[in-house]
């Protein structure tokens, strides 16, 4: 079995909506690079993210921290 933790993109945050209400969040880290790291130094070999931003806009939104997280979290990401 394969785990991947997610890490929610969400203005620039990596964020976790309650209840998928893109009001009621809460910010966990400002930099999902920072996160994706933190999931990696915990022993993730891989990572999913969404860009919420883009989900609520149908469109993407968050290209510019989607590379970053794959070119530098040092793990595939879905």
Do not use: C, T
Not at 2 to 20: C, F, H, M, S, T
Not at 31 to 54: K, N
Not at 65 to 73: G, T
């Amino acid at each position: 079995m394969r785990l991947y933790p997610a890490i929610d993109i969400l203005e620039g945050n990596a964020v976790r909506l309650v209840k998928g209400d893109f009001n009621a969040k809460k910010v966990y880290d400002e930099d999902p690079l920072s996160a994706a790291r933190g999931w990696v130094a915990a022993g993730a070999d891989y990572l999913h993210v969404v860009d919420l931003d883009g989900a609520k806009q149908g469109e993407p939104v968050n290209l510019q921290q989607l590379r970053r997280l794959a070119e530098e979290s040092g793990v595939p990401v879905q």
